[in-house]
């Protein structure tokens, strides 16, 4: 069992969460990911840490409250437990020779950002951070991104705070001033980090992709999680979950991580005939 030793929401759906994990906190980096189960019963998720810390022996988690695990989680509140944490899994970023990064987020993914961009800056890189949203009330992390790198560029796709756009036009902008980048990280929706490829492609810039691939064991056995990189099968648990994002077959990623869309959507629609509310599962 792994007590919450702290929680906060961040957005209606989005919430801040430690979890006491000693074995796991003492091997974690930035980049890595563990993989959950809130009680006995429940599905295993993959989830990135944003954080740890091996003296409380703890680990950080941000995440969206989606889906049937993701909404369970959110319920449960301090000095309660949840079941398993497995990990830490994955590679970690990569950091070695690195000088000046930018980090691009979209979305939910600027939680999965938050680590890798705080965890290149605590090694000494100068990272430009370039955080993406739909709109205003969706924003989170804001000062914890201002706390973390040199540079922080906020865009909304309707310009309701900092500067309106979408993440790729901040990179492009950024870039076409003259900036030199050694690398660029991309975290967050597959369709943005496709086209942030797209924009570093011409100018040579090697681009890190975070893939969120369907998970299950984690260990590579299972098989869910395969990706085309270079034309060679890869599975993002054990490989990555970061892959350079210019050799990436963005197009099968994106029909498979929808696969199940239809599923998801009607286990959070299913309303309990018993009590005529939302499942939940003890």
Not at 50 to 65: C, L, M, R
Not at 110 to 131: C, Q, R, T, W
Not at 168 to 176: E, G, Q, R
Not at 244 to 268: K, P
Request: glycine share 12%; charged share 25%; hydrophobic share 40%.
């Amino acid at each position: 069992m792994h007590k919450v030793v702290y929680k906060r929401q961040l957005s209606h759906d989005m919430f801040w969460m430690e979890l006491e994990a000693p074995y796991v906190a003492a091997k974690a980096r930035p980049g890595q990911f563990i993989i959950f189960r809130v009680d006995e019963y429940g599905e295993r998720v993959p989830l990135t840490m944003a954080g740890s810390n091996k003296e409380k022996g703890t680990v950080t988690i941000i995440f969206q409250a989606v889906g049937r695990s993701t909404s369970l989680l959110s319920q449960v509140e301090e000095g309660e437990s949840i079941a398993d944490i497995t990990g830490p899994l994955g590679r970690p970023t990569e950091m070695e020779g690195l000088k000046r990064v930018c980090v691009v987020g979209g979305g939910t993914g600027n939680a999965l950002a938050y680590p890798v961009a705080k965890g290149l800056h605590d090694a000494g890189v100068i990272v430009d951070m370039v955080s993406g949203f739909k709109t205003e009330e969706l924003i989170v992390l804001e000062d914890e991104f201002k706390a973390a790198v040199d540079n922080f560029y906020l865009m909304t796709d309707d310009g309701t705070k900092g500067e309106k756009g979408f993440t790729t036009d901040k990179l492009k902008a950024l870039i076409d001033s003259g900036v030199q980048y050694d690398e660029v990280i991309t975290v967050g929706p597959p369709v943005m980090m496709k086209f942030v490829c797209k924009v570093t492609e011409p100018y040579g810039i090697k681009t890190i992709a975070s893939l969120t691939a369907l998970m299950i064991d984690g260990t590579g056995m299972c098989g869910g999680c395969r990706v085309s990189v270079g034309g060679e099968t890869k599975y993002a648990c054990v490989d990555g979950p970061e892959f350079d994002g210019q050799l990436v077959d963005w197009d099968t990623l994106i029909a498979r991580n929808a696969y199940y869309m239809a599923e998801e959507q009607e286990e959070r629609d299913h309303v309990c005939r018993l009590t005529g509310g939302v499942r939940h599962y003890e």
